[in-house]
């Protein structure tokens, strides 16, 4: 994993899909109810990671990515 990630474990999701709003597709293609969740204000990356079973590496892979790419106004 990248050390310099601009989206890292212990951000709050909330934090990450208001900073970076095209990253909704990521938690949206796991089937993640954490868009427009009010418990995104209190869980991490990294907790959030944990609950789907998802590979914390992968989603944060999937998540940088998003916010290297150009923002085209939709998330």
Do not use: S, W
Request: aromatic fraction near 6%; include cysteine.
């Amino acid at each position: 994993m990248n050390e310099e990630l601009l989206i890292r474990p212990e951000m709050l999701v909330d934090e990450v899909t208001r900073r970076y709003p095209q990253t909704a597709n990521v938690f949206v293609q796991h089937t993640m109810a954490c868009v427009g969740c009010t418990l995104g204000m209190f869980h991490t990356v990294e907790e959030v990671a944990k609950v789907y079973r998802i590979e914390l590496n992968t989603l944060l892979d999937q998540l940088n990515a998003q916010i290297v790419t150009p923002y085209e106004g939709k998330p």
